[in-house]
């Protein structure tokens, strides 16, 4: 099944998709394709805003039907914000992955980081394979 | 991988296949919990051809069966009546757990667990030897399970009019006969419902009317969740060989009131004169979160834990089973990702004909 990969989008081979704004934050949420893997979302775990995480490290927790999968900051920095709309409606990960499902916003820590980040033709890629 | 007569359905129907055991089984054909909802409120339909069918012959069947089961097979005297029963060891550990069919007195059918399969056709085998039984595997068959409130209706109407007579008359946990197609009102979601065993060739066509009948195609993850809140266990998880019926809150289809000599009874017998160490209830989280199987479960009596768990589709609650000491009572917290968390422990079934039991909520 083609999953949707929005191009303006940079993603983690983790599955996690970032959205770098001009205020040197980001939107951070799971790809389509890792939301169709996990199955219907019913309860996500988020980080607490203020708390500092490195790249790579184990943020939040996607709770689908079927079982718990650690989502991991794909870019180092503070979490500003947790999308509190989840709490009541988690399936928004599932219906809109790249929109109302986002997971958290992060302050970057190293900009830098981003450029390690896969772009839209390298993720789709990695899923060929 | 193993295919069943309707992989190519399921294919069809946009099924998520995985692998189940050395089967490819669909998990589900887009979201688990609209199929979940579909089989509660309306009908659903789950290829269950992985299971065993197997048929034991021989004037002795009953012997044998009186033998090998815990539950009592002279409950079964009308044919196509059906008994769940577990299959012990002599420890009393259970080795599966079956539904047995009386279809007379030299022949009863089992359909038995697909992931026990072997080490079950074993003990089948060896403990029939000395009752000169056969045992036939049915490989030829297919299995669709048809569940929900509008099931029954949804199947009768593409039966001709005589058998859905029939049908009409016939009591839940019975079954039968419609040329080789063999219908038991039995089920794993508690709802009302059939379970057919048909000729492996006619099932894609019995699919494709039953979706024409608006039917609903469900995986194998709704079947988990559905289950679960109906109160039915899972072998592997909710039983198996270390633990005996009467810990795993199965004693109800244990047959111990008169002196039958089943595998396993004498066991049973000594674990009763010594005291229950534990059993198994069913766990409701208090707030939000999810409950997994292996999660440690706190009483004041002391420790337990859980061995199935999920997020209930229609209580919008997670919920689980757990074993935890003879004399915990209703209050509990259950460790998630080390915080502990306040739950309370119930008496199973959850949900029952699409409404949450009384005193589970």
């Not at chain 2, 012997?63 to 815990?70: D, I, P, T």
């Not at chain 2, 080490?119 to 403990?127: P, V």
């Not at chain 2, 199965?250 to 000599?261: H, N, P, Q, S």
Request: proline share 5%.
């Amino acid at each position: 099944m083609m999953s949707e990969i929005p191009s303006n989008l940079r993603y983690r081979e983790s599955h996690e998709w970032v959205r770098v704004e001009d205020n040197g934050t980001a939107v951070v949420g799971i790809s389509d394709h890792a939301q169709a893997a996990l199955g219907d979302m019913v309860y996500v775990e988020l980080p607490e805003p203020g708390m500092s995480y490195e790249q790579g490290e184990a943020c939040t927790v996607v709770e689908s039907v079927k079982a718990a999968s650690d989502a991991y900051a794909p870019v180092s920095g503070e979490v500003i914000e947790a999308n509190g709309l989840l709490e009541d409606s988690p399936e928004l990960v599932n219906t809109d992955p790249y929109g109302e499902g986002w997971l958290f916003k992060i302050a970057l820590s190293n900009p830098s980081e981003v450029d390690d980040l896969l772009d839209a033709d390298a993720y789709a890629a990695l899923q060929e394979d | 991988m193993r295919k069943t007569p309707l992989h190519n359905a399921h294919l069809a129907a946009g099924a998520r296949m995985v692998d189940f055991n050395g089967w490819e089984m669909p998990i589900n054909y887009g979201s688990q919990i609209d199929e979940h909802h579909q089989v509660r409120s309306s009908a659903g339909m789950f290829d269950v051809s992985h299971m065993t069918v197997v048929d034991i012959r021989g004037p002795q069947t009953r012997a044998f069966l009186s033998r090998l089961l815990a539950n009592d097979v002279a409950k079964l005297h009308v044919q196509g009546k059906a008994l769940y029963s577990c299959m012990l060891n002599e420890d009393g550990g259970v080795i599966d757990d079956l539904i047995a069919y009386y279809m007379d007195d030299q022949w009863f059918r089992l359909v038995v667990n697909s992931t026990t399969r072997d080490k079950g056709l074993a003990w089948l085998e060896r403990q029939g030897a000395e009752f000169s039984v056969a045992v036939t595997e049915h490989h030829e068959l297919a299995i669709i399970a048809v569940q929900g409130p509008q099931a029954r209706e949804k199947v009768h109407a593409l039966m001709p009019g005589a058998v859905v007579s029939e049908l009409d008359e016939m009591k839940p946990f019975n079954a039968l006969f419609h040329g080789q197609t063999y219908i038991a009102r039995t089920g794993y979601t508690g709802e009302d419902g059939y379970e057919i065993m048909l000729p492996a060739e006619e099932a894609e066509g019995l699919w494709n009317r039953l979706l024409e009948q608006g039917v609903t195609p469900c995986g194998l993850g709704a079947r988990d969740t559905l289950r679960l809140e109906a109160g039915m266990h899972l072998y592997g998880q909710d039983m198996d060989e270390s633990y005996t019926p009467l810990v795993s809150a199965l004693a109800w289809t244990v047959g111990m009131k008169d002196e039958r000599e089943f595998i396993g009874r004498a066991a049973l017998e000594q674990q009763k004169v010594q005291g229950l160490p534990g059993k198994m209830l069913g766990l409701v989280l208090d707030g939000r979160g999810v409950l997994r199987p292996g999660q440690k479960v706190i009483t004041p009596a002391g420790e337990g834990i859980t061995t199935s768990g999920t997020f209930s589709p229609t209580m919008q609650r997670a919920i689980a089973y757990a074993r935890v000491p003879w004399e915990a009572g209703e209050t509990c917290e259950v460790e998630i990702r080390g915080k502990l968390l306040p739950a309370r422990l119930v008496r199973p079934p959850f949900v029952r004909n699409g409404k949450v039991c009384e005193g589970i909520l």
